[in-house]
Nanobody, 126 residues
Framework: QVQLVESGGGLVQAGDSLRLSCAAS????????MGWFRQAPGKEREIVAA????????YYADSVKGRFTISRDNAKNTVYLQMNSLKSEDTAVYYC???????????????????WGQGTQVTVSS
Protein backbone atom coordinates (compact mmCIF):
# COMPACT_ATOMS: atom_id res chain seq x y z
CA GLN A 1 0.00 0.00 0.00
CA VAL A 2 0.93 3.62 -0.39
CA GLN A 3 0.91 6.07 2.52
CA LEU A 4 -0.75 9.43 1.93
CA VAL A 5 -0.38 12.73 3.78
CA GLU A 6 -2.51 15.74 2.91
CA SER A 7 -1.61 19.35 3.60
CA GLY A 8 -2.71 22.83 2.65
CA GLY A 9 -6.08 23.11 4.30
CA GLY A 10 -7.15 26.11 6.32
CA LEU A 11 -9.65 28.85 6.97
CA VAL A 12 -10.35 31.19 4.07
CA GLN A 13 -13.03 33.60 2.94
CA ALA A 14 -15.49 32.98 0.15
CA GLY A 15 -13.88 33.72 -3.19
CA ASP A 16 -10.38 32.86 -1.99
CA SER A 17 -8.15 30.08 -3.26
CA LEU A 18 -6.33 27.17 -1.63
CA ARG A 19 -4.06 24.46 -2.95
CA LEU A 20 -4.13 21.09 -1.28
CA SER A 21 -1.24 18.69 -1.62
CA CYS A 22 -1.09 14.96 -1.02
CA ALA A 23 2.33 13.38 -0.69
CA ALA A 24 2.61 9.65 -1.30
CA SER A 25 5.23 7.18 -0.13
CA UNK A 26 5.75 3.46 0.02
CA UNK A 27 5.14 2.25 -3.52
CA UNK A 28 5.51 3.49 -7.07
CA UNK A 29 3.24 6.49 -7.24
CA UNK A 30 2.71 6.27 -10.98
CA UNK A 31 0.92 2.93 -10.59
CA UNK A 32 -1.91 4.65 -8.73
CA UNK A 33 -4.91 6.59 -9.92
CA MET A 34 -5.63 9.33 -7.40
CA GLY A 35 -8.75 10.97 -6.11
CA TRP A 36 -9.79 13.81 -3.86
CA PHE A 37 -12.89 13.31 -1.72
CA ARG A 38 -14.55 15.48 0.87
CA GLN A 39 -16.92 15.02 3.77
CA ALA A 40 -18.92 17.80 5.33
CA PRO A 41 -20.50 17.44 8.79
CA GLY A 42 -23.59 15.26 8.63
CA LYS A 43 -23.03 14.37 5.00
CA GLU A 44 -21.69 11.39 3.09
CA ARG A 45 -18.18 11.39 1.69
CA GLU A 46 -18.25 12.53 -1.92
CA ILE A 47 -15.88 12.55 -4.85
CA VAL A 48 -14.41 15.92 -5.75
CA ALA A 49 -11.94 15.05 -8.48
CA ALA A 50 -9.91 12.14 -9.81
CA UNK A 51 -6.89 11.75 -12.05
CA UNK A 52 -5.44 8.85 -13.99
CA UNK A 53 -1.98 7.40 -13.45
CA UNK A 54 -0.36 9.52 -16.13
CA UNK A 55 -2.40 12.62 -15.36
CA UNK A 56 -3.82 12.57 -18.87
CA UNK A 57 -7.42 12.04 -17.82
CA UNK A 58 -9.35 13.80 -15.09
CA TYR A 59 -12.82 13.84 -13.57
CA TYR A 60 -14.63 16.57 -11.62
CA ALA A 61 -17.83 16.61 -9.67
CA ASP A 62 -20.34 19.02 -11.15
CA SER A 63 -20.22 21.14 -7.99
CA VAL A 64 -16.53 22.00 -8.50
CA LYS A 65 -16.19 21.92 -12.27
CA GLY A 66 -14.57 25.11 -13.53
CA ARG A 67 -13.31 26.07 -10.05
CA PHE A 68 -11.08 23.17 -8.97
CA THR A 69 -8.16 21.59 -10.80
CA ILE A 70 -6.56 18.26 -9.98
CA SER A 71 -3.00 17.60 -11.10
CA ARG A 72 -0.12 15.32 -10.23
CA ASP A 73 3.64 15.30 -10.35
CA ASN A 74 4.81 11.70 -10.54
CA ALA A 75 8.43 12.77 -10.07
CA LYS A 76 7.48 14.31 -6.71
CA ASN A 77 4.97 11.59 -5.73
CA THR A 78 2.39 14.29 -5.14
CA VAL A 79 -1.15 15.05 -6.23
CA TYR A 80 -2.64 18.53 -5.95
CA LEU A 81 -6.05 20.09 -5.77
CA GLN A 82 -6.14 23.76 -6.74
CA MET A 83 -9.35 25.26 -5.41
CA ASN A 84 -10.43 28.67 -6.69
CA SER A 85 -13.54 30.75 -6.07
CA LEU A 86 -14.23 28.87 -2.87
CA LYS A 87 -17.75 28.84 -1.50
CA SER A 88 -19.08 28.16 1.97
CA GLU A 89 -20.49 24.87 0.70
CA ASP A 90 -16.93 23.71 -0.02
CA THR A 91 -16.32 23.52 3.72
CA ALA A 92 -15.37 19.93 4.55
CA VAL A 93 -12.57 17.59 5.45
CA TYR A 94 -10.72 16.78 2.25
CA TYR A 95 -9.14 13.38 1.74
CA CYS A 96 -6.86 12.09 -0.94
CA UNK A 97 -7.05 8.46 -1.97
CA UNK A 98 -5.04 6.07 -4.14
CA UNK A 99 -6.20 3.22 -6.33
CA UNK A 100 -3.62 0.69 -7.51
CA UNK A 101 -4.46 -0.01 -11.13
CA UNK A 102 -3.02 -1.42 -14.34
CA UNK A 103 -5.06 1.02 -16.36
CA UNK A 104 -4.50 4.69 -17.12
CA UNK A 105 -7.97 5.64 -15.94
CA UNK A 106 -9.71 7.15 -12.93
CA UNK A 107 -12.67 6.04 -10.84
CA UNK A 108 -15.16 8.17 -8.89
CA UNK A 109 -16.11 5.31 -6.55
CA UNK A 110 -14.64 5.51 -3.07
CA UNK A 111 -14.80 1.74 -2.54
CA UNK A 112 -12.32 1.25 -5.40
CA UNK A 113 -9.57 3.13 -3.59
CA UNK A 114 -7.00 1.19 -1.58
CA UNK A 115 -5.34 3.85 0.54
CA TRP A 116 -6.55 7.03 2.22
CA GLY A 117 -4.93 10.00 3.87
CA GLN A 118 -5.92 11.35 7.26
CA GLY A 119 -7.71 14.37 5.81
CA THR A 120 -7.23 18.13 5.94
CA GLN A 121 -9.88 20.62 7.02
CA VAL A 122 -11.01 23.32 4.64
CA THR A 123 -13.29 25.98 6.08
CA VAL A 124 -14.73 28.72 3.90
CA SER A 125 -16.39 31.61 5.68
CA SER A 126 -19.02 33.65 3.87
Amino acid sequence: QVQLVESGGGLVQAGDSLRLSCAASGRTFSTYAMGWFRQAPGKEREIVAAISRSGGSTYYADSVKGRFTISRDNAKNTVYLQMNSLKSEDTAVYYCAAQYTWYDAWTPYSNRYDSWGQGTQVTVSS
